[in-house]
């Protein structure tokens, strides 16, 4: 069986805010359908690396290609398809409160597609359905938990048709019992072969459902692998600290 393309490929990503690189050299790549899970310590660059990535942030050094183009900051035109095609997943949804849900949802496909209202609402309904959320598409943002907030981010990603999904620590700002409800999401993407890249914390989902690991610290990609590899066969010594902390912490090894 032939691999699969890549879909995505960053190479040497940089980022300095003043005196401070807070992102050096970074280069992978993605293949279609895969899960790539960034793990470390807070501040190491997870999220600037994401950031980059969709050029939220602009780098000062580095490429990144779609599907084999490169995507260039400097033609307007060509960097907004690109956004389109890479969809985001924050920490803080980054919802308009004063819409509902399916509002959220529908607002891009009617402002950025160019749909008709009907065909929107009926297209965001359906993502919001996707997601478990049938009984709650007319509720404001302030009448949602914080996972079903994230998941009506979601359900507005996958409403542009999304290439390649970027979830920057979508379960940090949640409570406990609602985590769970968003890692369904996701492991429901992953099992329908969305292609993503997700920083996260939550180490378990990470052992579970990554095709590899990226150990990232102080803005570098220290050493990436399978799960199981990072886990019980890290080759970094740094890398085999953290991980032991967090077989530690949750007993098992994967």
């Not at 996972?147 to 979601?154: A, L, T």
């Amino acid at each position: 069986m032939s691999e699969k393309k890549v879909i995505l490929r960053a190479e040497n990503l940089t980022k300095r805010y003043g005196d401070k690189e807070v992102l050096k050299n970074a280069s992978f790549s993605v293949r279609e359908g895969e899960l790539k899970i960034l793990i470390g310590p807070s501040g190491g660059g997870k999220s600037t690396l994401l950031q980059c990535i969709n050029f939220l942030v602009r780098p000062e050094a580095g490429r990144v290609w779609l599907d084999g183009r490169e995507v260039l900051y400097h033609r307007k035109r060509e960097l907004y398809a690109y956004r389109q095609k890479v969809g985001m997943i924050f920490q803080d949804f980054n919802l308009f409160d004063h819409l509902t849900a399916v509002g959220n949802v529908e607002i891009a496909l009617i402002h950025v597609r160019g749909m008709d209202r009907e065909e929107a609402r009926a297209r965001a309904s359906a993502e919001l359905e996707r997601v478990g959320l049938r009984e709650h598409m007319e509720k404001y943002p302030a009448q949602l938990s914080g996972g079903q907030k994230q998941r009506v981010s979601i359900a507005r990603a996958l409403a542009m048709d999304p290439v390649v999904m970027l979830l920057d620590e979508p379960t940090s700002a949640l409570d406990p019992e609602l985590i769970s409800e968003v890692l369904s999401v996701i492991r429901d993407l992953r099992a329908n072969g969305m292609t993503m890249i997700m920083s996260t914390h939550q180490i378990g989902f990470a052992g579970e459902m990554a095709d590899e690991i990226l150990f990232m610290e102080d803005g570098v990609i220290v050493e990436t692998g399978s799960p199981k590899k990072l886990f019980n066969q890290a080759e970094c010594q740094r890398t085999r600290e953290f991980f032991l902390k967090i077989v530690e912490i949750y007993g098992e090894s994967r």
